[in-house]
């Protein structure tokens, strides 16, 4: 553990927690969907789920569930198995919200997440079979589980492109995600420079492209922020 890996850990929970707060409110406003609402000051956002692909949370959730395969039978500490049932917990809660939520589910733009996500799945499936640390059963799962959450963004961002509507809850949710894959980064070179043996590349690889990905978003996103406007991606 180190300043860097907890700041990770935290910025990933903090964007679970951003998007929670975002399906909270979603219900909270249901009864007045006309109304609008602010979060600390900031742009405002209707009571729609707009932006969100759940096609990416359902990635998340084959994420964590393929990765968290030991909880039961690998203890490490008490910080490693809460932030596991945390994020098992979340990524299912919020599958299931978008899903079978009566209010959150009619809110949720079907119509532009179209992304075949189930594309990524199988390649990712394939490459933890070729590269992996061990081949057993649960390193292969563990290889998965990292190949795919490279790619698990890209739903959400190819959605964000389309519909240009990006409120500021959502935004957030992004950008945490992004923040916390950077502050990891750093984790790995510290780590380097201070752990004899320390070398990961399935992680590090994997962790370069993810945050690659997000490089587009960091710079409207920064951009957005600089000059006060309200965030937009190019189509």
Same mark, same amino acid.
């Given at each position: 553990? +180190?300043? =860097?890996?907890?700041?990770?850990?935290?910025? !990933?929970?903090?964007?679970? #927690?951003?998007?929670?707060?975002?399906? !909270?409110?979603?219900?909270?406003?249901?009864?007045?969907?006309?109304?609008?609402?602010?979060?600390?000051?900031?742009?405002?956002?209707?009571? +729609?789920?707009?932006?969100?692909?759940?096609?990416?949370?359902?990635?998340?959730?084959?994420? *964590?569930?393929?990765?968290?395969? $030991?909880? =039961?039978?690998? &203890?490490?500490?008490?910080?490693?198995?809460?932030?596991?049932? #945390?994020?098992?917990?979340?990524?299912?809660?919020?599958?299931?919200?978008?899903?079978?939520?009566?209010?959150?589910?009619?809110?949720?733009?079907?119509?532009? $997440?179209?992304?075949?996500? !189930? *594309?990524?799945? /199988?390649?990712?499936?394939? /490459?933890?079979?070729?590269? +992996?640390?061990? &081949?057993?059963?649960?390193?292969?799962?563990?290889?998965?589980?990292?190949? /795919?959450?490279?790619?698990?963004?890209?739903?959400?961002?190819?959605?964000?492109?389309?519909? %240009?509507?990006? $409120?500021?809850?959502?935004?957030?949710?992004? =950008? &945490?995600?992004?923040?916390? %894959?950077?502050?990891?980064?750093? +984790?790995?070179?510290?780590?380097? *420079?201070?752990?004899?043996? =320390?070398?990961?590349?399935?992680?590090? #690889?994997?962790?370069?492209?993810?945050?690659?990905?997000?490089? $587009? *978003?960091?710079?409207?996103?920064?951009?957005?922020?600089?000059?006060?406007?309200? /965030?937009?991606?190019?189509?």
């Amino acid at each position: 553990m +180190n300043a =860097f890996r907890l700041a990770g850990d935290m910025t !990933h929970l903090l964007s679970v #927690v951003v998007l929670l707060l975002k399906i !909270h409110t979603i219900k909270s406003c249901a009864a007045a969907c006309g109304s609008q609402y602010s979060w600390i000051g900031q742009a405002v956002f209707e009571c +729609n789920s707009d932006g969100i692909s759940l096609k990416t949370q359902e990635l998340y959730a084959l994420v *964590f569930a393929a990765r968290y395969l $030991d909880l =039961f039978i690998h &203890f490490i500490s008490l910080y490693n198995t809460v932030m596991k049932l #945390v994020f098992l917990a979340s990524s299912f809660s919020i599958v299931w919200y978008m899903r079978r939520h009566k209010i959150v589910r009619r809110t949720y733009d079907k119509d532009h $997440d179209t992304f075949r996500h !189930h *594309f990524l799945v /199988l390649p990712c499936l394939a /490459l933890a079979l070729l590269i +992996n640390e061990r &081949f057993t059963f649960r390193e292969v799962m563990w290889a998965f589980s990292i190949y /795919l959450e490279a790619v698990a963004i890209l739903p959400q961002l190819v959605l964000l492109q389309r519909t %240009r509507n990006i $409120d500021n809850l959502t935004g957030q949710y992004v =950008f &945490f995600l992004g923040a916390y %894959r950077v502050l990891y980064i750093l +984790n790995w070179i510290y780590r380097y *420079f201070t752990e004899p043996h =320390f070398v990961h590349w399935i992680s590090w #690889v994997a962790g370069i492209v993810q945050t690659l990905l997000y490089a $587009d *978003f960091f710079y409207y996103y920064i951009m957005s922020w600089k000059n006060n406007v309200k /965030l937009e991606l190019p189509a």
